[in-house]
């Protein structure tokens, strides 16, 4: 095992940041499975890089279009996108509360 | 008891008053529209799109960082914060993080006893908004107009001192931001909403203690009572021995009470990355002169001027200084009037306000404009027409247009100046006061002020005063 | 004959003069589908008829009522004597990826079962303008998640069409399928970290992944944003380029999409590998691959037939004229792997957030006693293995107390492995290539779940594409020969940044001299029983 194996209480921990809950199978292979991909990338932290090398953001260099005119142009169907939601009333989309003691992150 | 000293640092939130929203174009302001109707695919965060930078965010963005005397970040990004939340539609904000636009910076501000306290600002950052649910009937429904709209997140060092200096720092900043054109800062709109963090030390201390964060305080009132109940609340609980802990509270503005939200400690890693979405935000050195360049002259600034070169009390500065339109009428108008700066600030703190207060317009919106204001305190100051009658003018001219003399000429306002009309009016008047004109004759010269009336009666008040008692003497004394 | 014989430039080139009608074309098509696709991909299909076994399985969704309109549209044009575009009457199968507005866009996953999107990618609009056909949503691995295409919650997967028992690969299988099995002669793919080349190469057909931002991203669900490339899949290399013709080019919808001018693609076919200068590197004739236990790295070779195959590519064009330049260093493309599992997992989790359940797609229906359980529950019933596993695996490396040793770290590794490019591009340097030319996977088609299951081992299915997505170069991968077994072997040319004119020049000069080529007559098993009645 590598030093940085995950334990069954960080994975649990990990699993509610993630907004997730999972059955013990799932907990299980998903928890190997994340080792195996830590160890797999163990290797970076000893990648020796020269104090120049700088962050990669898109591999080459970026060169888009100039940033969009300050224009309003409205979506001509608002209402296609609240047909999409699983529930909604009024126009508004719908959901319950956060219940009493569940953290809202 | 011991002396506490209270620290304050504020974060404010500062809507863009730009036409489209900060990643695409749906309309920036959404007051008044039905739920949901001002959203687009990128704005409520459908699985595939994409945001692209307003380019006007960044110029204000810029412009407001050169008025705080800020560093304009040369190179500047976006980040993602990630966290799950209704009114957050792709689960993170597109916000900066660790190279925002603006760095450090102040804002001096001008207290009411007459001295100046520099606020240090920590960083200026683009962002966007969230959404707005609401609760009902243990739901929670949540509309997404207001997602996207362009943000200015700016934070203070802890540098203010009072819940007076808090309220102190929202007023001017809010008259700043409509000054330079950034932001409508209507707080009743959350064009300006503010957090403040608040601890308490021992005075002459410069330690900073744990401290508090008090959410939507959303009024200048309410920063200023939220402030004084939490600094007494933690006074109170520090004098009895427990610790403050680093909780976030909301203000309920109903009840003005303090309420726990919850305790800092668990906060989110919000787990911030570049957003892969955007380019990184570059200005060139061009482009940083032009925004400084573009920048006017700062209320602060120009409130010093005023009392320098116009000799205005400090009062009259600060009303001519509130607002820019006004400012800018002002000057323009003692340029044009080309007499004593004071005499037109008279005139715009007593009569145009009135007018503008009756008329509900700013100063940029009167039809009255300086120049037909500086005509007619030429004509009074020279004695063409009376003071009331100039008063009236500043109304007829709002309300019908036209220039102040031809209105004069038209309506025959103009003073009688001219001795021939006089003269046969005083004559007569004399003819008909004999007892008058005896006593004043005997040494009761007090009563020249009565032929002065007399005259005024009979010439509708249109009589020079100055001419008149100058003919009145001649005739009384002969 | 039938259509699904031609090339696209054929087909438009007919549709156009009116030889052929556009509707005739996608019966054709839909005729096809009918033959060897078997039951479309769904939530629902528990037990299969046995016979299934042997069909593609290529789509999840079948746009008959949207092609349709298509077809019509194209055939008044060419009425009125209008052009209908440069894809007119050519059907093209869409990765379900990809937005389209009037088909529901699942990315394969239930959380998205039943989303229509109310907007259409930029790709597919530019392909619609074009006069193209809208034939259907190909399957893929669940978000594009894998190298298989198995992990799909739309079952059946799709089939590698060469032998029905092996994977397509992934995750654009269904779309490297289709054009395989004849069902479309084009389909729209993306590639994350191989994601049309590893499947192009399994199937046995053309797949270019173009340069970041030469084609827009705009209405493609997104995995790994700053890796995400859509590109053409396609029968041979010509049909390839007319296809990127019609998608490249700026896109004010995307920041990221490229200014630079776009050339004409089919013109640069014809100027043929004379002179070009085209790498091998021994660092892409084996793989490094960890200890899943230890991380301990081990050299281990590759199929040999790979390793022929860009022996034998590299004779053919320098008998073409192209000069082959041996031993180009690539030494940090062994750090290809581990930089993807970071860069590319930080983010998908985030890339994921938006799926909560609240706006669209999958909700629970069990009772939640508030907000967040809903959150969990939906996620945890609406996600597959492959994004819970990585949403955890993204999370964990970009929390605060690990990114600098994990994400930051990544994205300078990112750096070095766009530097090997930069070294062996550069006009000025020791090397000055016009192209590399690699394997483009480490072996031929697997079996169906042979790998599936073990995330480090899939995952090592793209070590050999993956660079080109973190430096952000185009890459094509095209058919170069069948292995003993009859599977179709890849390889695969890098270019520099905007140069797809290059790599396809040399990819088409290949083709044309291996025209003749025995393997090339080759049938796919699951089309010689339709070919034989037809």
Redesign the interface.
């Known amino acids: 095992?590598?030093p940085d194996s995950?334990t069954p209480e960080m994975?649990a921990k990990?699993?509610t940041?993630?907004?997730?809950?999972?059955t013990p199978e799932?907990s299980e292979?998903?928890r190997t499975?994340?080792?195996?991909?830590?160890?797999?990338?163990?290797?970076?932290?000893e990648?020796q890089?020269a104090e120049d090398?700088?962050?990669?953001?898109?591999?080459?260099?970026?060169?888009?279009?100039?940033?969009?005119?300050?224009?309003?142009?409205?979506?001509p169907?608002?209402q296609?996108?609240?047909?999409?939601?699983?529930?909604s009333?009024?126009?508004?989309?719908?959901?319950?509360?956060?219940?009493?003691g569940?953290?809202?992150? | 008891m011991k002396t506490y000293e209270i620290v304050i640092g504020l974060e404010t939130h500062i809507q863009l008053n730009t036409t489209s929203k900060i990643f695409c174009s749906c309309k920036a302001d959404s007051w008044g529209a039905e739920p949901n109707t001002n959203i687009c695919p990128v704005c409520s965060g459908l699985p595939g799109v994409l945001p692209v930078l307003n380019v006007e965010t960044v110029r204000k963005g810029a412009l407001l960082a050169a008025a705080m005397h800020a560093e304009i970040n040369p190179v500047s990004y976006f980040d993602r914060k990630n966290y799950f939340y209704p009114d957050l539609p792709k689960g993170y904000q597109i916000t900066q993080f660790d190279e925002p636009i603006g760095k450090g910076g102040y804002m001096d501000l001008q207290m009411p006893d007459g001295t100046s306290r520099r606020v240090r600002i920590h960083k200026l950052h683009l962002e966007e908004d969230a959404g707005k649910t609401k609760i009902e009937d243990g739901e929670r429904l949540v509309d997404f107009n207001r997602c996207g709209v362009p943000l200015v997140e700016m934070v203070t060092e802890p540098d203010l001192r009072s819940a007076e200096e808090a309220a102190q720092y929202l007023t001017q900043l809010r008259q700043l931001l409509r000054w330079i054109g950034v932001s409508e800062a209507d707080m009743e709109r959350g064009h300006l909403r503010c957090d403040a963090n608040v601890s308490i030390r021992e005075a002459g201390s410069t330690v900073l203690n744990t401290k508090t964060e008090i959410k939507n305080v959303n009024s200048i009132d309410a920063v200023r009572l939220a402030i004084i109940e939490e600094s007494k609340r933690q006074i109170e609980a520090v004098e009895a021995g427990q610790r403050i802990q680093s909780y976030t509270l909301d203000w309920d503005a109903d009840t003005g009470t303090l309420r726990k939200m919850r305790s800092k400690e668990t906060e989110a890693d919000y787990r911030y990355f570049r957003e892969p979405d955007l380019l990184p935000v570059v200005l060139s050195a061009e482009e940083i002169a032009e925004v400084i360049a573009s920048l006017p002259e700062l209320p602060i600034e120009r409130r010093a001027r005023f009392i320098q070169d116009y000799q205005l009390s400090a009062y009259d500065a600060d009303i001519l200084t509130s607002e820019r339109s006004l400012s800018d009428y002002y000057e323009e108008s003692v340029r044009l009037f080309g007499g004593a700066a004071k005499v037109v600030s008279n005139w715009m703190m007593n009569d145009l306000s009135r007018l503008m207060n009756d008329t509900g317009k700013s100063a940029a919106e009167l039809r009255l404009r300086p120049i037909d204001l500086a005509e007619i305190i030429r004509m009074v100051e020279g004695g063409k027409i009376n003071p009331a009658t100039g008063k009236s003018l500043l109304g007829k001219v709002e309300a019908g247009g036209g220039k102040p003399a031809e209105i004069v000429e038209r309506e025959g306002l103009g003073l009688i100046a001219d001795e021939d009309a006089l003269s046969g009016q005083i004559a007569a008047i004399i003819a008909e006061s004999p007892a008058e004109v005896e006593s004043f004759r005997a040494g009761k010269e007090s009563l020249l002020g009565w032929f002065v009336g007399q005259v005024m009666r009979r010439t509708g008040g249109k009589a020079d005063p100055k001419r008149t008692r100058e003919l009145l003497l001649e005739q009384l004394k002969r | 004959m039938s259509s699904i014989r031609l090339s696209a430039r054929q087909i438009a080139q007919k549709v156009r003069a009116g030889e052929l009608s556009a509707l005739n074309v996608l019966e054709d098509h839909l005729r096809q589908i009918k033959a060897v696709d078997g039951v479309p991909g769904s939530l629902q299909n528990a037990s299969l008829d046995p016979a299934e076994e042997g069909k593609v399985h290529a789509f999840i969704e079948v746009s008959t009522g949207l092609a349709r309109q298509q077809a019509e549209k194209v055939q008044t044009m060419v009425q009125r004597g209008e052009d209908p575009g440069p894809l007119a009457g050519v059907p093209v199968s869409i990765k379900d990826i990809f937005c389209v507005k009037g088909t529901t866009t699942t990315a394969a996953s239930r959380i998205l079962y039943n989303f229509r999107p109310p907007y259409t990618a930029t790709t597919v609009e530019r392909l619609e303008k074009a006069g193209a056909l809208i034939i259907g949503k190909t399957n893929l691995d669940e978000f594009t998640y894998g190298s298989s295409s198995e992990s799909s919650a739309f079952q059946p997967h799709p089939n590698n069409p060469w032998n029905t028992q092996r994977v397509t690969g992934g995750s654009s299988g269904g779309s490297a399928a289709s054009v395989a099995a004849r069902e479309a002669p084009l389909s729209l793919g993306t590639d994350t970290g191989g994601s049309i080349r590893q499947p192009a190469a399994f199937c046995g057909v053309v797949g270019l992944k173009p340069s970041y931002g030469r084609t827009s991203r705009y209405g493609l669900i997104a995995f790994g944003s700053s890796l995400d490339c859509p590109g053409p899949l396609a029968r041979d290399v010509s049909d390839a380029a007319l296809m990127l013709q019609v998608l490249a080019g700026l896109d004010p919808k995307d920041s990221t999409s490229a200014l630079a001018p776009v050339p004409d693609y089919l013109a640069a076919l014809q100027e043929g590998v004379r002179g070009m200068r085209i790498g091998l590197s021994r660092d892409y004739d084996h793989i490094t691959y960890p200890d899943t236990l230890t991380g301990e790295m081990s050299v281990q070779s590759i199929q040999p037939e790979m390793n022929s195959a860009v022996r034998d590519v590299a004779e053919v064009l320098a008998r073409l004229g192209a000069e082959i330049v041996e031993d180009v260093p690539m030494p940090n493309a062994r750090h290809g792997i581990p930089t993807y599992f970071v860069i590319s997992r930080v983010e998908a989790a985030s890339n994921l957030h938006r799926f909560d359940g609240v706006k669209y797609g999958y909700r629970t229906s069990a009772p939640v006693r508030g907000l967040s359980e809903l959150y969990r529950a939906t996620r945890a019933e609406g996600f597959g293995l492959q994004p819970k596993l990585r949403i955890l695996m993204g999370m964990y490396v970009s929390a605060a107390q690990h990114s600098a040793q994990y994400y930051q770290k990544a994205l300078r590794v990112r750096s070095m492995i766009r530097s090997d490019f930069e070294l062996a591009f550069d006009p000025q340097g020791v090397y000055r290539l016009d192209a590399l030319l690699t394997p483009t996977t480490p072996t031929t088609a697997f079996r169906r779940s042979e790998v599936m299951g073990d995330s480090v081992l899939m995952q090592y299915s793209d070590q050999m594409t993956v660079a080109g997505n973190h430096a952000g170069i185009p890459a094509v991968s095209i058919p170069a020969g069948l292995d003993p077994l009859g599977l179709p072997i890849g390889v695969q040319f890098f270019g520099m940044d905007f140069r797809e004119d290059l790599i396809l020049r040399a990819a088409y000069a290949y083709e044309q001299a291996t025209e003749n080529a025995d393997w090339r007559r080759a049938i796919p098993q699951a089309l010689r029983e339709s070919e034989v009645s037809a």
């Open positions: 095992m590598t995950i994975f990990l699993v940041l993630a907004a997730l809950e999972l799932e292979y998903l499975e994340l080792n195996h991909q830590l160890a797999a990338v163990k290797e970076l932290s990648i890089l090398v700088q962050p990669s953001l898109h591999g080459l260099d970026c060169r888009g279009s100039a940033p969009r005119a300050d224009t309003w142009n409205p979506f169907n608002p296609e996108i609240l047909d999409q939601a699983p529930d009333e009024g126009g508004y989309f719908r959901v319950p509360d956060f219940s009493r569940e953290v809202s992150q």
